[in-house]
């Protein structure tokens, strides 16, 4: 009688713990997703601007100049989120 209550429980807390896993595991995929989304605009911005300014500049002037260091460090920081697959 113990053994099978035990066994019950045992079934439902796998079943619970089951659930959580798959719903956090959808969840972080959601957000790298929304990472890489936001990765890819920075990156297509990134290369605009600097087809924008291929004398250069803007990007040496003061106040363009820092959105475009800005701009630089936070596409080397998502660059180094993820590795980036070939193929």
């Known amino acids: 009688m113990i053994i099978e209550i035990l066994l019950c429980l045992f079934i439902f807390y796998s079943i ?7 719903a956090a595991l959808r969840r972080i995929n959601q957000y790298e997703s929304f990472i890489i ?3 890819e605009l920075i990156e297509f ?3 605009k601007m600097k087809a924008v300014d291929a004398s250069g500049h803007y990007e040496s002037d003061d106040e363009t100049g820092f959105f475009f260091k800005q701009l630089k460090e936070l596409q080397a920081i998502l660059n180094s989120l993820f590795k980036i697959e070939e193929g």
């Open 16 to 22: 619970f713990i089951s659930y959580t896993l798959m």
């Open 45 to 47: 911005s990134t290369e």
């Open 37 to 39: 989304k936001i990765q």
